[in-house]
């Protein structure tokens, strides 16, 4: 009797076919767009800023798991550069696509055209924005939302969906910014003007009503560039929030007046469901949350952000939780939600300390480490300039891209000496200003083996000014890594290495540093290219507070030439 086992030929056959279907529910998203100047509204105070297609904030990209997405980006910006900085997306095979100034591409010039092709490779909540200069904190920002793939179903359901990016606006330009940053003495330009919900908010009046103390029921109304985002919900119905913090200075706290949030998505990965009150998003962050719209559905509810580990000397940026069908122009008769206070740092901690990752998704953390860097966080003086350093380097990007010059072997791009990989915890006093506070400029890179399990350990310390330590939330280009441990104090390896965990840490791309402590990840360098590390407060990484990984650089083919005519590549480009 024949053996009713498929062939060999049978089992290839049936390989092509999934691949067929797979590859017929992936599709290639093209999107094209101008980046230009745009008189706009904000927070109804008319300011110029950086826009796409003529709009603010930037279009949202949608797109399911395994699209590839196409941006043809034509800079009509006519003094600058431009590049977008896909946040979140780890760019596997396609590293010149991060679009990161400097260490993966050149920026590209006034009236020149430049491709994003990528592959959307996983599920999650992204954004995008501009990383050249500062043109992120000028209004260069919109989300990416990547749904699960076609026949995939989440691990949790809703009704409907929301999706909001979250940023601070100044009145002053970022080029007064720059000049305070780079000036001696330093000049600061103060904290943000507003907060804006998905773009929006309201400068120097109230949304408040007058019974709540406000001063002014109906300010705003008119102005639909400023006018209050809203969130039209049905009762009885659950519906997912998507949050992205796009703020270039501020660490927020997110509330729904009345409301219960159960978080269960952060930085693109799905962690064990939380139930909270309230959220704090620090700048590169993205959650989701589920919320039930379970409270009176005769009354509108007020969406708050609030700022977060610093004097907050901006107001709230407010929203409406509009309950169908009372009238979304309808505002709370109440006074909008309170956050915990600005300092309460214990409060933050421990919210961190709870968001684990959820059983059964997600790749294991590897239970070694190859390597482990230490990362001092200070702010030191250059010539008598205020910088920021890591392990006393202040980092200046270099003119030829970090990734062509290790690609091509540039000998004269950048510094090729080992990036200091610690500091002297003995000789080092975290708790106070430093004794030497002179620092150094430096652009060498950490090298490290291709797919090495590597610890990192960033450490805070005071800076300049007594009795004062920092918020920093770190972002990692090109991968997710384990949030292992949070501490408190310098960080002490015979003892603080136990505290780590290896059970259930959640997977993120940016994790924030507190003040006067430490914290510690892992990632496994297994995507070739060169990757930015760095804090993700603008005016902290224009002033020096970032690093650069290399891994894997043998392993790249050849990559597109567009976008490297900068620097030392001039020289060989065809």
């Not at 101008?34 to 003529?54: H, K, M, R, T």
């Not at 043109?135 to 793939?149: E, K, M, P, T, W």
């Not at 979250?166 to 009145?171: A, I, N, P, T």
């Not at 214990?346 to 990362?375: C, E, M, Q, T």
Request: charged share 15%.
């Amino acid at each position: 009797m024949d053996s009713c086992r498929p062939s060999i030929c049978s089992f290839l056959l049936i390989l092509f076919l999934l691949a067929l279907v797979q590859t017929a529910f992936c599709r290639t998203r093209h999107y094209k767009w101008q980046v230009n100047y745009l008189f706009w509204s904000p927070d109804c105070v008319e300011s110029v800023l950086v826009a796409i297609n003529g709009g603010f904030p930037g279009p949202t990209i949608r797109a399911e798991a395994g699209d590839t997405i196409v941006v043809e980006l034509e800079n009509k910006l006519p003094t600058e550069g431009v590049v977008i900085h896909w946040h979140g997306i780890r760019q596997r095979g396609t590293p010149w696509a991060d679009g990161t100034a400097s260490v993966t591409q050149c920026a590209i010039n006034p009236d020149e055209t430049y491709v994003y092709k990528f592959l959307a490779d996983k599920p999650g909540t992204y954004f995008y924005h501009g990383h050249y200069g500062m043109q992120r904190s000028a209004g260069l920002y919109g989300l990416l939302i990547v749904d699960v793939a076609k026949g995939e179903k989440e691990p949790f359901s809703y009704d409907g969906e929301f999706d909001i990016i979250l940023s601070d606006w100044w009145h002053k330009n970022i080029y007064e910014q720059m000049t305070g940053l780079y000036s001696k003495p330093f000049r600061w330009i103060g904290e943000p003007q507003s907060l804006l919900i998905a773009g929006r908010g309201q400068y120097n009046c109230s949304l408040v009503s007058a019974e709540a103390g406000g001063i002014n029921a109906n300010c705003n109304k008119t102005n639909q560039q400023c006018a209050p985002f809203v969130l039209s919900v049905e009762s009885g119905k659950t519906y997912r929030l998507r949050i992205a913090s796009a703020t270039a200075l501020s660490s927020l706290n997110f509330i729904i007046e009345g409301h219960k949030l159960l978080l269960v998505e952060a930085g693109g990965n799905y962690i064990e469901p939380l139930e909270v009150e309230n959220v704090d998003i620090y700048s590169g962050q993205t959650y989701s949350f589920l919320v039930k719209a379970d409270q009176d559905p005769s009354k509108n509810y007020w969406v708050a952000v609030n700022v977060r580990g610093r004097r907050p000397n901006t107001p709230p940026g407010l929203a409406i939780f509009n309950y169908i069908p009372t009238r979304p122009t309808s505002r709370p008769s109440t006074a909008p939600p309170a956050s915990p206070a600005w300092n309460d740092f214990a409060y933050s901690k421990a919210f961190a300390n709870k968001i684990v990752a959820r059983d059964g998704f997600g790749p294991r953390v590897p239970l070694k480490s190859d390597r482990a860097i230490v990362l001092l966080n200070t702010q030191n003086y250059i010539d008598g300039y205020i910088k920021w350093a890591i392990n006393n380097v202040s980092l200046v990007l270099p003119a030829t891209p970090y990734m062509a010059s290790l690609k091509y072997k540039l000998s004269n791009a950048f510094d090729h000496r080992a990036a200091p990989e610690t500091y002297s915890p003995n000789s080092y006093d975290i708790m106070r200003p430093p004794s030497n506070p002179n620092a150094a400029t430096g652009n060498s890179i950490y090298s490290l083996d291709f797919n090495a399990t590597v610890d990192l350990v960033l450490q805070n310390a005071n800076i300049l000014m007594p009795n004062s330590s920092d918020i920093h939330p770190w972002h990692l280009h090109g991968h997710d890594f384990w949030v292992l441990a949070y501490g408190n104090g310098a960080f002490n390896p015979s003892e603080d290495f136990r505290k780590f965990n290896l059970r259930n840490p959640a997977l993120q791309n940016t994790v924030v540093l507190f003040p006067y402590g430490w914290t510690a990840i892992r990632f496994v360098a297994d995507n070739a290219g060169a990757w930015a590390f760095h804090c993700h407060i603008e005016p902290h990484l224009h002033m020096g507070m970032g690093v650069v990984f290399a891994e894997g650089i043998e392993k790249l083919g050849k990559f597109p030439i567009s976008g490297l005519g900068c620097g030392e590549t001039k020289r060989w480009l065809p």
